[in-house]
């Protein structure tokens, strides 16, 4: 368990409703692509029908995400601690990726925190947010920082603007697939699982953090407890999010071989739960279920917040917000890998096994073993 300190944004928040971005893009930063999901989007309705039985809204979480890329500040104690657990897993790699996708979530502080790890030269990084993908172009350097990276190999930035649920990219065309927190709003996971092994190239790397369903575990109780109490009824305030044990399913379905799963949970201490709502939104974690309800009353509000901190408040004042982080590894399949037996193909039993291990010729007894007494009973 870790303890992290995230400070209040509210002073941002009220410079964005007040006076709007202030536009932070150079008149040289490098120019982006932009995908249309359009026509994807419709041949996905033709095959698999209403776009209403998706969970997610994913036109509102894009404008989240659009507001989000003005509300972030310079630092983000929790998303930096995630994305550096997630490289951890990259370097422990002895092997190297020259090309990457780093797709969706906190891609911004994995081209920030790569520090070379991994031998990338290219780097293809994509949001559903066009604001996102602005804000995190690299800005053009001074000749003092060329000359002094000259000496290192630099990594080439390519920016897509584009959906997570529709892969604008060939089929193994990159070495590994880097996802920190931008999985768990996809309506079809499975899918765009299996379109980021199509796109791995044989033995490719996926590697993938997202949140799983402990997270926010106080802020769900303190709302649902509220909403029974005031309006007799819930509604989904806070997305449902997958279960460690559907993570290694997801892994499987989408074709990875090697699967490995852990998981990480983050405690972060507010003051109050304002700032953990600021701090929502800021992430672009805002509520995008289809099936909300878009009106939450200012007494429903405040009740929530009173039972937040009436249960799970702190004597410091502070209220603790669980973040559960489900880390993935997968490798799209390739002939050099490891691989388990065909079925059937094993050439002794198990009821056989017994002749063919050498036998120990003197066991011990129980009261034989050190430190422990012999059985006089009887």
């Known amino acids: 368990m870790r303890f992290l300190t995230v400070r209040a944004l509210g002073a941002v928040t009220r410079r964005y409703r007040e006076h ?21 989007a419709g041949a996905r309705e033709d095959s698999i029908g209403d776009r209403n039985a998706d969970i997610f809204d994913r036109t509102l979480k894009k404008k989240q995400r659009d507001r989000a890329a003005w509300l972030m500040g310079d630092g983000d104690p929790l998303l930096e601690t995630v994305t550096e657990n997630l490289l951890d897993r990259l370097s422990d790699c002895k092997r190297t990726f020259p090309t990457a996708l780093n797709l969706g ?60 649920e529709f892969l604008p990219l060939g089929e193994g065309s990159v070495d590994v697939v880097i996802s920190s927190l931008g999985l768990h709003w996809v309506n079809d996971l499975p899918g765009a699982m299996s379109q980021c092994r199509v796109a791995l190239k044989p033995d490719g790397l996926f590697l993938a953090a997202m949140l799983g369903g402990e997270t926010l575990k106080e802020l769900r109780i303190a709302c649902t407890v509220a909403q029974l109490e005031r309006e007799g009824g819930i509604s989904p305030r806070i997305s449902p999010l997958a279960q460690v044990r559907d993570a290694g399913n997801l892994l499987q379905r989408a074709g990875l071989a090697l699967p490995t799963v852990d998981v990480d949970e983050y405690t972060v201490r507010y003051p109050s739960a304002l700032e953990l709502i600021e701090h929502l939104r800021s992430m672009g974690e805002g509520n995008a279920v289809r099936q909300r309800n878009p009106v939450l009353k200012r007494e429903t509000a405040l009740a929530a917040a009173a039972v937040y901190e009436s249960m799970f408040g702190d004597a410091d004042g502070t209220i603790p917000a669980t973040f559960q982080v489900i880390y993935m590894v997968g490798w799209s399949p390739a002939s050099n890998q490891q691989a388990p037996k065909r079925r059937g193909s094993a050439t002794v039993s198990l009821h056989d096994l017994q002749n063919v291990l050498p036998q120990e010729e003197s066991l011990k007894q129980p009261s034989e073993i050190p430190g422990s007494k012999p059985d006089k009973s009887g």
């Open 20 to 40: 709007g971005p202030a536009s932070p893009f150079s008149s040289r930063t490098p120019y982006f692509m932009h995908f249309s999901t359009r026509s994807s």
């Open 105 to 164: 979530g906190a891609f911004h502080y994995v081209n920030r925190m790569l520090e070379g790890r991994g031998g990338i030269e290219r780097m293809i990084s994509m949001d559903i947010s066009e604001d996102m993908v602005r804000k995190s172009l690299p800005l053009a350097t001074s000749d003092e920082d060329e000359n002094a990276d000259a000496q290192r190999r630099p990594v080439e930035h390519i920016s897509l603007v584009g959906d997570e």
